[in-house]
T-cell receptor, first 114, second 115 residues
């Protein structure tokens, strides 16, 4: 079975540009999570969805960040406008929501904002 | 709120040495505890877990015991290999559907094993 698929794997852009990161969760998983990883702050939960509905977006840093999940097999994380401090690895993860606690992570999207 | 604190790295060991990575947690209720591993260029993957006090999680020679009295979940391995070089994350879930079973992660401990 395919795991969580993220694209692009690497993105280099200039400050002020719009960035869109994409995620396809594992089929049948009801929960989808977006995490950001930096050296300084480690792994931070940005937002999570249950059955395509955003449940908790308290980790989204500011209004420049937005996330959507239009259907069960696709989610996007958008940054507009991007800033150098947004440079990080962004991970998408999904889970079945059963009481196993296991999250399945994608390989991440490494974003560099110049 | 819930949080996890793990020892800072990097940790450098020779092959076949004993490994301990400390992890302590703060949580209300009865959380589940996890260790995830991240190999270079990859996403995180579950290494082991424990869902209640005194449970021992184990996998690939790694072990960790859920100690409620010391709020700890230290990772151990008796004899590390070069292939164990990775970043290890301790994590906590409050185990409720209210949180979507989201995980709170520690900052990670980098392990380098030399031949």
């Amino acid at each position: 079975d395919a795991g969580v698929i993220q694209s692009p794997r690497h993105e280099v852009t200039e400050m002020g540009q719009e960035v869109t990161l994409r995620c396809k969760p594992i089929s049948g998983h009801d929960y989808l999570f977006w995490y950001r990883q930096t050296m300084m702050r480690g792994l931070e939960l940005l937002i999570y969805f249950n059955n395509n509905v955003p449940i908790d977006d308290s980790g989204m840093p500011e209004d420049r960040f937005s996330a959507k999940m239009p259907n069960a097999s696709f989610s996007t994380l958008k940054i507009q406008p991007s800033e150098p401090r947004d440079s990080a690895v962004y991970f998408c993860a999904s889970s079945s929501g059963l009481d196993t606690g296991e999250l399945f992570f994608g390989e991440g999207s490494r974003l560099t904002v110049l | 709120g819930n949080s996890v604190t793990q020892m800072e790295g990097p940790v450098t060991l020779s092959e076949e040495a004993f490994l301990t990575i400390n992890c302590t947690y703060t949580a209300t209720g009865y959380p589940s505890l996890f260790w995830y591993v991240q190999y270079p260029g990859e996403g995180l993957q579950l290494l082991l877990k424990a869902t209640k006090a005194d449970d021992k999680g184990s996998n690939k020679g790694f072990e960790a015991t859920y100690r409620k009295e010391t709020t700890s979940f230290h990772l151990e391995k008796g004899s590390v290999q070069v292939s164990d070089s990775a970043v290890y994350f301790c994590a906590l879930s409050d185990g409720s559907s209210n949180s979507g079973y989201a995980l709170n992660f520690g900052k990670g401990t980098s392990l380098l094993v030399t031949p």
